[in-house]
């Protein structure tokens, strides 16, 4: 009985966490289909680790604290340079015009560089506040850090995110 419940709260968490969890490790490693193996490795071991939770977090921050770890293994594993190759994989989306994806995916790979040109503790910090919508809490949790290391690190990666922008020719000074 107690394994159906376990499945079922995977299920669910599968379901309304899945494609944040992947947009997320998608950004770190910039490899669609290792986001995807990343992503059910993540769910995975929350189901391992199910009895192990406790719900002084929320479900989201804790499979994110597991999607973390999951890819930094990954990423120590591998040799930086092949981590952040410049293969971009998308979902295809049938409703947007050809320009618009065209432009979509244009700006998505210039932010995708810049992200990968600036330091991993930036690009995290950018990707699960920024673009996860994670409170500086949730994200220290996530992370493991103090709430004022998120404040601080945050604080200088914009600026490093879009000096690197400004540097690949993608902003110019004038749009800062």
Same mark, same amino acid.
């Given at each position: 009985?107690a ?6 709260? %995977?299920?669910?968490w599968?379901? *309304?966490?899945?494609?944040?969890? /992947?947009?997320? @490790? !998608?950004?770190?490693?910039? $490899?669609?289909?290792?986001a ?24 989201k ?5 597991i999607?973390?770890?999951?890819? %930094?293994?990954y990423?120590?594993? *591998?040799?930086p340079?092949s981590? /952040?190759?410049? @293969? !971009?994989?998308?979902?295809? $989306? ?15 790979k ?7 040109n600036?330091?991993?503790p ?5 990707v699960?506040?920024k ?14 850090w103090?709430?004022?290391?998120v ?6 990666a ?10 690949e ?5 004038k749009?800062?």
């Amino acid at each position: 009985m107690a394994e159906d419940n376990i499945t079922r709260g %995977i299920t669910e968490w599968y379901d *309304r966490y899945s494609d944040s969890i /992947f947009s997320y @490790i !998608f950004m770190m490693v910039r $490899d669609y289909q290792l986001a995807e193996d990343l992503t059910q490795d993540t769910l995975l071991n929350a189901y391992k680790k199910y009895h192990s939770f406790e719900e002084r977090a929320k479900p989201k921050t804790w499979l994110f604290s597991i999607a973390r770890n999951i890819t %930094i293994d990954y990423m120590r594993k *591998r040799k930086p340079i092949s981590v /952040f190759k410049d @293969i !971009f994989g998308t979902k295809e $989306d049938t409703n947007p015009l050809p320009a618009d994806i065209v432009e979509v995916r244009e700006t998505s790979k210039e932010l995708y560089r810049a992200l990968g040109n600036i330091k991993q503790p930036y690009r995290e910090v950018i990707v699960l506040r920024k673009l996860n919508g994670f409170s500086i809490k949730e994200t220290s949790e996530i992370l493991n850090w103090s709430e004022s290391k998120v404040k601080s690190t945050l604080h200088r990666a914009i600026p490093a995110l879009e000096k690197q922008l400004t540097k690949e020719g993608f902003l110019n000074e004038k749009t800062i």
